[in-house]
């Protein structure tokens, strides 16, 4: 409920004319043999202020199988990237997040780093870019599985993103998150995300994509297996 009312606090920036808006829209069902609803919603404003960029996102998924839940998993960030020297940028975020099937009720990570662009975009709308980000990460959970292991760690953190457009009306993007843990479980998290898109109009693009999420500790406690998939298909509209 916090990360619904979250986005509609975002859809009203639209109107202020240096802010960017990503809205995202996903919805399947299944009736019959086979009882199945999913739903999913993402948004994102980026307010530009000079060198300072503030990037409010946040995401909500939810399925059940025959009246079963099977997916919810909810996230909010607030990012703060401000650039002090070409190509690089200091980054400073704060992210609330809940994901049961992956371990957590929900959960805490404030990331303080550097982003650097090897290839860096030629205006703010670019979609051809390679971007890294590096830096050190604060992680507070609360776990579906109690255990005698810290809820707080720290950890070193390393994320990727490429771009690359192949038409006026045609891109793809591909971004790994590496977390190491540091402490006494020595913990490995990866999340990649590979997406399609193909662009409707100016406004509204179909999008494709397919995410892994990976925790090298679930198994250990319990799970069934370490990582979660998830395909989507959506209606995204860039204002």
Sequence with gaps: ????????????LSARSNVRNESELGLTEARGNTQNMTFFGKHASELNKGKSLYIARGHYYYGKANDELNLRNW???FRWKRTFA???DSVLSQKVEGNRFMGYEWRTNTDIGTAFYLIPKKEANDRNFLLLEF????QYEERVV???VDNGSHQSRIFI???????????????????KTHGNDHR???TIEASANANINSTFTMKTSYTIRYDDTLQARGFEYSNDRILTISLVANY
């Design 161 to 179: 993103q490429n771009s690359r457009e192949h038409s006026k009306t045609f891109f793809t993007m591909l971004s790994t998150e590496w977390a």
């Design 75 to 77: 996230m909010s960030e």
């Design 146 to 148: 109690a255990d005698d």
């Design 188 to 190: 490995d998290m990866l």
């Design 135 to 138: 830096g050190y990460r604060y």
């Design 86 to 88: 070409k190509r690089w």
């Design 1 to 12: 409920m916090k990360t619904i009312a979250l986005l509609l606090i975002l859809l009203s």
